[in-house]
């Protein structure tokens, strides 16, 4: 079984400060790591993901996790947010053996101010 | 060109009640999700189906049934609702059971009173 923490639940910043949300996760099989975002009522799009090779990963809009396997943590990045950065964001895995069950963390509300 | 929609987007309702959410994805993909969110966002898969086979049925009330009369849609029919189900409930999809990313609907927002 896997499971997913992400200990901030809120994270408030200004405008082009750089901000980091954290993800941790526990699994006893290897897992793919993902970073969800989910803009008020909509649906969730991919930033990006965690397959294998370089640990550090680039996504879209700017951001960029990377993967810490002793640590067993995947804390997404950006160096400088705008205010339509402002979002839910969701951390999940799913083991790579198959069957394409994600597991989610319970999200880190980012706001971002002027 | 809505890639995975889901109907309605609203759904207000009396405990007791029957009722149905509809998913549909135009991406030609296999394998298709249920989700349900919670109120504090926390997000947990309820079922998945590839090429119309059920393969995750996590533990969810029997009276939650989804049927997929073909691999473009996956309907969600619930009975007997109580007020616990109010949520919103995602649907999502995937080129097949293996592939890493899936595709997010808008979602339904069902309220139960």
């Known amino acids: 079984a896997q499971s997913v923490t992400q200990l901030d639940s809120q994270v408030p910043v200004f405008e082009e400060a750089p901000v980091e949300l954290r993800c941790n996760y526990s699994s006893s099989v290897s897992v793919y790591l993902f970073w969800y975002v989910q803009y008020p009522n909509q649906g969730l799009q991919l930033l990006l993901k965690?397959?294998?090779?370089?640990?550090l990963v680039k996504g879209i809009n700017g951001f960029e996790a990377e993967f810490n396997k002793s640590q067993t943590s995947f804390h997404l990045r950006k160096p400088s947010v705008h205010i339509s950065d402002t979002a839910e964001y969701f951390c999940a895995v799913s083991p790579t053996g198959g069957g394409n069950k994600l597991t989610f963390g319970t999200g880190t509300q980012l706001k971002v101010e002027l | 060109d809505t890639a995975v929609s889901q109907t309605p987007k609203y759904l207000v309702t009396q405990m007791g009640n029957d009722k149905s959410i509809k998913c549909e994805q135009n991406?030609?993909?296999?394998?298709m999700y249920w989700y349900k969110q919670d109120s504090k966002k926390f997000l947990k898969i309820m079922f998945s189906y590839n090429n119309k086979e059920l393969i995750i049925n996590e533990t969810v009330p029997n009276r939650f049934s989804p049927k997929s009369p073909d691999k473009a849609h996956l309907n969600l029919h619930i009975n007997s609702l109580e007020l616990g189900d109010s949520a919103v409930y995602f649907c999502?999809?995937?080129?097949?059971?293996?592939?890493?990313?899936?595709?997010f609907g808008p979602g339904t927002r069902l309220t139960v009173l």
């Open positions: 999502a999809s995937s080129p097949d059971n293996t592939y890493n990313e899936q595709f």
């Open positions: 991406l030609g993909h296999d394998t």
């Open positions: 965690y397959l294998s090779g370089s640990t």
